[in-house]
Structure formats: C-alpha cells, structure tokens
C-alpha cells in the first residue's frame, strides 16, 4: 500500500491513497474519524473515483465502435497508481494518465486530475478529465464516499439521517442484479428525510436522478453535521450493506446499464463526451457543521 498523503485545515484534516487517489481519511479537528473503518467483512473502499463509466456494464463489457472491451464495475481509476503532482500543506493533486493497460480498455488519451483542497471545515475534491486525443471521447464519473455511520459524536445509530435540500417526490430508479431495470421503485423520503437503516438498502442502492437538490445533509438529528454538496449533478446514489459501519453518499455523472443493453458506449445512459483538446470538470464538497 502506498504511503498516505496528509493535507490539514482548521477544522478537518484528510489522507489521501495515491492509489486510486482515494480519500481515506477525514478527521475533525480533535482527530475523530468521519469515514469509514474499510471493515472486510462489509467493503474495504473508501472514497473511490469513478472512471470511465459509473456502475456495472451490461456483460462486464465495454462496447465502442464495434469493439468489445471487458471491464469490470465502475471502471479502473479506482485500481490505478495516480502520480502526485502538487502538494503543500492544506492541498494536493493527483493525475491519471493514460497508457498501455488503460488504451486496452479503453482506447482514448486522456489525463484524469482529482484536487483536493480544505478550507477551514470544508473538502473540496474537483475533478478534471481532460481528451488529449484528436476524436470526442466517451465518458463518465462518480464520487463513492463512505462515512462513518454512526458519526463519532456518541449519537445512536438508528437516530441517523440525510436531509435533501429541496423537496423530491419522484420514485427512485429500480435496479436488478446491478443494472438498471424497467419500472420504479418507491422513494423511501418522508418529507426531504431519508432516515436511514439497513431495512431501506436491502434492495440494492438508492438511486436518484434527476435531483432538485445539490446537497444533502447527514448526521443525527442533534449533533455535528456533515453536508455533501455536489453543484454539477443530478444524480445521486446512497447505499450501504445491511449491518455495516458506512453509508456512501454519491453524486454520480453517470448511472449504470439498463438490463440488456447492447448498445454503443456512447449512447448509454449519463454518458458525455468531450471534445479533443477540451477538458470537463467537477466538484464536491464536504462540510462539517
């Protein structure tokens, strides 16, 4: 494992894997931890970068101008080396770089930049995803945090829950077997409150798109807050494995195959392209209140 790379605030310090330049640690500013504690009886991730795409591809394959690519769920960023190529005390940035392996799966040139910054109690992570190839190409992203749930502030967990910043009366979208599936499911909201449990995941994530909100609250109904905004999407997935110490909270610019999707890579749902030479750009940030 690689050696953690350490930024600090005023109120939050964070440690970051040049691993898939992976946030995995948040602390507060008395040292407690905000995310999860990466339990291999649940899910070892933390905070992994979603690339090229979001979610499980229909057959684990990639399909692009006639070729077949074989790619695992969420891409490979997130099992990648990142090169440090900026630091100092309070930000650092990360680059993926195209090469061999990734032009096997993915045939394109292309840098991936993940900055992150704190400003007194708030995380920022942008993102930059530039083509560096002379074609449009394809893509998608997702932030995947995983937080501490319970928080460390001695509040039960079952007293937990994530507040929308404006009203959301649609129905989620239904997934089967990883993919998305005809029809709608239910939204579990009472009013903008998500109160969480392990009941509510036993079908898989929650997933939202077409968001009014661009933030969310989660915390005890007393207690420290963290606020998750996300300005540059309408997608977002909330999920967890029943009995677990986390719960990500995940605004995606992307979602995953529906059931039986044999088409073009560039058609899929919530993918963008971008032109050669041009460069699309993220954001998210976390606030303790």
């Given amino acids: 494992m690689a050696d953690l790379v350490e930024i600090t605030g005023a109120g939050l310090s964070a440690a970051i894997n040049p691993f898939g330049a992976e946030l995995t640690h948040l602390r507060d500013g008395q040292g407690r931890e905000l995310m999860t504690d990466a339990d291999p009886a649940f899910w070892t991730g933390h905070a992994p970068l979603l690339f090229p795409f979001v979610g499980r591809l229909n057959g684990d394959v990639l399909r692009l101008d006639g070729a077949e690519y074989p790619m695992k769920q ?3 960023a997130r099992r990648s080396a990142f090169t440090l190529v900026e630091q100092d005390e309070s930000q650092v940035r990360f680059r993926l770089e195209d090469d061999a392996g990734t032009r096997a799966v993915y045939p394109f040139a292309f840098a991936l930049d993940a900055a992150y910054a704190i400003d007194g109690a708030t995380l920022t992570v942008a993102i930059t995803i530039a083509n560096r190839g002379d074609a449009p190409m394809p893509a998608s992203f997702g932030f995947h945090p995983a937080f501490a749930w319970p928080l460390p502030y001695g509040e039960p967990r079952a007293d937990h829950r994530i507040v929308f910043a404006a009203d959301e009366p649609g129905t989620l979208v239904a997934l089967k077997d990883g993919l998305t599936a005809s029809g709608e499911r239910p939204s579990p909201l009472d009013g903008r409150v998500l109160h969480l449990s392990d009941a ?66 560039r058609d899929k749902p919530g993918v963008f392209e971008i032109a050669p030479g041009a460069a699309w750009t993220c954001r998210m940030e976390i606030t303790l209140r």
């Fill in 74 to 76: 969420h891409g490979f």
């Fill in 200 to 265: 509510i995941f036993a079908d898989d994530a929650l997933i939202w798109d077409g968001l009014a909100s661009r933030s969310v609250s989660y915390g005890a109904a007393t207690g420290p807050q963290l606020e998750i905004a996300f300005p540059d999407t309408e997608k977002l997935g909330i999920w967890t494995k029943p009995g677990a110490a986390f719960v990500c909270i995940e605004p995606w610019h992307g979602i995953a195959d529906p059931q039986g999707y044999a088409g073009d890579f």
